[in-house]
């Protein structure tokens, strides 16, 4: 059943998605063909920048509407009347959560694949190659400087990437589960438990920053310039401890959103 209700979440997703991917790939195929015509001629130039326009607009939503998707789906079909068949099936709540975490995140990596592809259609040739040697030899360069650390940092940020967007996948999640423990105004209860959220996170980062600032300050002015071996650890310390406290995080989300299911469910 778990399979099944998989599917049919990519299938829900990709009607919405394929659609809005289509179009990017038609407008970066239009902004392609347009080089072929390259002239210096004033309507040229605002046909031209009118292309690159949309192709930006159209990555960025392009980028944008899975996490969209997956907040409105999970809303849909688990806290309004549809709720009432969803949770007749023979699947638990947990499982709930990990078919739309996965689903969604399926297409966000899908999603970033198809604007990669977009970019190469639309600089095809001469420019896609200028890109090519330019990345290829800033890489030669940081593998230099990190004594060839490259391909592990990339790895771990991979990873980070994967782990932040669950991290704010279940955080929507965990605000619209609480939200809908109010009777009326549960969407502008889950909006308002977010905006709470966010602002006792700045609070918290503020006085944190404070904190480590005065305790820089009160540190010995003693030069010391740390070695390159050094430097390469402290990244990979911090990124791993990233993520390490960003699934820390996602765990207390996931788990509050669980919680909800299970125990304060309320459809009315």
């Not at 949770?87 to 399926?106: E, N, R, S």
């Not at 940020?157 to 609480?178: D, K, P």
């Not at 003693?222 to 401890?241: D, F, K, N, R, S």
Request: charged share 10%; net charge neutral; proline share 1%.
């Amino acid at each position: 059943m778990v399979k099944k209700l998989f599917k049919h979440e990519l299938f829900a997703l990709g009607r919405v998605l394929f659609l809005v991917q289509g179009i990017l790939l038609v407008i970066s195929a239009f902004a392609r063909m347009l080089q072929f015509f390259e002239s210096d001629h004033i309507a040229y130039d605002i046909i031209f920048g009118f292309t690159v326009f949309f192709l930006v607009i159209a990555n960025v939503v392009n980028l944008v509407v899975p996490l969209i998707m997956g907040v409105v789906r999970y809303y849909k079909n688990l806290f309004t009347a549809e709720g009432y068949l969803s949770f007749t099936l023979p699947i638990t709540p947990a499982q709930h959560l990990l078919v739309k975490l996965f689903a969604t995140l399926v297409f966000q990596i899908f999603a970033v694949c198809v604007s990669i592809l977009s970019v190469v259609i639309a600089t095809a040739g001469e420019v896609l190659r200028e890109i090519c040697l330019a990345a290829q030899y800033l890489l030669n360069q940081l593998n230099a400087v990190a004594e060839g650390h490259v391909v592990l940092f990339a790895m771990e940020l991979l990873v980070l990437c994967v782990v932040v967007f669950l991290s704010e996948l279940l955080l929507y999640y965990g605000c619209i589960s609480i939200g809908q423990l109010f009777r009326k105004n549960r969407v502008l209860a889950a909006v308002g438990v977010y905006f709470a959220y966010y602002v006792i996170l700045q609070i918290i980062s503020t006085v944190f920053t404070v904190v480590i600032g005065i305790v820089g300050s009160n540190m010995d002015a003693a030069e010391y310039i740390p070695t390159v071996q050094e430097v390469v650890a402290a990244i990979h310390v911090g990124l791993c401890g990233l993520i390490v406290w960003t699934l820390i995080v996602s765990t207390v989300y996931f788990l509050i959103s669980h919680t909800i299911m299970r125990k304060k469910l309320n459809l009315e």
